[in-house]
């Protein structure tokens, strides 16, 4: 069955640093989104991608995030200069639609670390 | 602005037995969708089951079934015979609109611990 990928699992950085994190969505998707799970914590929805733009973000996703698809199959989330409470799991997802029954299809997260 | 609630932090169940983990949820939006997704240990979200709005009956895939009340805004998750391999935490959630809104929106979870 196809699913999302995302790398590395595990990114340590440390504080002011920019990190990217790599996600390769189901092939056939067109929806792409990006979600934070703070440790212990609900998951929390960042921002959503369609047509090579932004289509929905939270106010968490601040000057500091971007997204990227840069060819394609990948889809990017790029944290300009880490702070501390950005350690995180990170979660990328696809969809093929965003009405009805579509689910999005989860990757298995990048745990990132800001020390 | 939409709000999921769980209320159960955590639940037991004896193996073999079924369990019902609580989700209410706030909306102004006559169309949404409500999803529930699982999360083990190792941390990956497996989407479970769905249900929309609109949709006349309970969902039900497998061992999983949807209690969908929609005048009581509820949409809880029932899981029959559990197994061992059913602990996990469980989150609900919810997608508003038809068309066009992509985010969803999240409950904070019901760790389910499954005794043999």
């Known amino acids: 069955e196809p699913e999302v990928t995302q790398t590395p699992s595990h990114q340590v950085t440390q504080m002011g640093q920019e990190v990217i994190l790599r996600c390769v969505p189901i092939?056939?998707?067109?929806?792409f989104y990006w979600y934070r799970q703070i440790l212990g914590q609900k998951v929390e929805f960042l921002v959503s991608f369609y047509n090579n733009e932004i289509s929905e973000k939270s106010e968490i996703f601040d000057d500091q995030f971007s997204v990227e698809r840069p060819d394609g199959s990948n889809f990017t989330l790029k944290i300009r200069s880490t702070k501390l409470e950005d350690s995180a799991m990170y979660f990328c997802?696809?969809?093929?639609?965003?009405?009805?029954?579509?689910?999005?299809?989860f990757g298995d997260g990048t745990r990132l670390s800001i020390l | 602005a939409q709000k999921i609630t769980q209320t159960q932090p955590g639940m037991f169940v004896q193996e073999k037995e079924a369990v019902t983990l609580d989700c209410t949820y706030d909306t102004s939006d006559p169309s949404y969708g409500l999803f529930w997704y699982k999360q083990p240990s190792s941390g990956e979200m497996i989407f479970l089951i769905y249900?929309?709005?609109?949709?006349?009956q309970n969902a039900t895939e497998g061992r999983y079934s949807l209690n969908f009340q929609k005048a009581r805004k509820s949409a809880n998750l029932v899981i029959s015979a559990s197994q061992l391999g059913d602990s996990a935490m469980y989150f609900c959630a919810m997608r508003e609109g038809r068309f066009g809104n992509n985010d969803m929106r999240f409950g904070a979870g019901t760790r389910l611990t499954v005794k043999p």
């Open positions: 092939s056939n998707h067109l929806y």
């Open positions: 249900q929309g709005s609109y949709d006349q």
């Open positions: 997802a696809s969809s093929a639609e965003t009405m009805g029954n579509q689910p999005q299809h």
